[in-house]
Every structure is written in structure tokens, then in C-alpha cells.
């Protein structure tokens, strides 16, 4: 998914409704880290992207650490 993707504008988090933000891969390394993958800063809540499609079910998201939340507000796409 590309960060001008207009399916961006669209999705939401099925928890709260609101936006979610893209979180791009740090490098080519291919860790599962580095996934790309939806986050809700607000829930602290990050979907996966399998194979080019969102899984915005409520029990495909997870929590993630304080830290965790950081580090996926710095890599959030423009």
C-alpha cells in the first residue's frame, strides 16, 4: 500500500472509527517488525496488511508497548 493510496482516506478503526495511519517498512531486512502495517496512535493499536489487503477485524489488531508506540510515530507515513 502507498501512502498516496486513496483507500487511506476510507479506512478506519473498527474499535474507535477513526483514521488510521500507514506505518512503512524501516528497511529491506524483511523482519516482521518492519512489517507494513495500519496503526491507531490513539488505541495504541496496529493491523496488519496481509498481502496487500488491511485486516481491520477487532481481534487482528494488538497492543502495542509504550515504546512500540514511539518507534511506530516515527515511522508513520506522511
Known amino acids: 500500500m ?3 493510496d486513496p483507500l487511506l482516506q476510507i479506512l478506519a ?7 488510521l495511519h500507514l506505518v512503512v517498512p524501516d528497511g529491506p531486512d524483511g523482519a ?11 488505541l495504541h493499536r496496529r493491523y496488519p496488511i496481509v498481502d496487500g489487503i488491511p485486516q481491520l477485524l477487532p ?13 511506530l510515530l516515527q515511522r508513520m507515513a506522511p
Open 2 to 4: 502507498k501512502p498516496d
Open 13 to 19: 478503526c473498527p474499535l474507535d472509527k477513526g483514521p
Open 32 to 42: 516482521e517488525a518492519a512489517a507494513e502495517a495500519l496503526y491507531n496512535p490513539r
Open 59 to 71: 481481534a487482528s489488531g494488538e497492543q502495542v508497548s509504550d515504546d512500540e508506540h514511539e518507534e
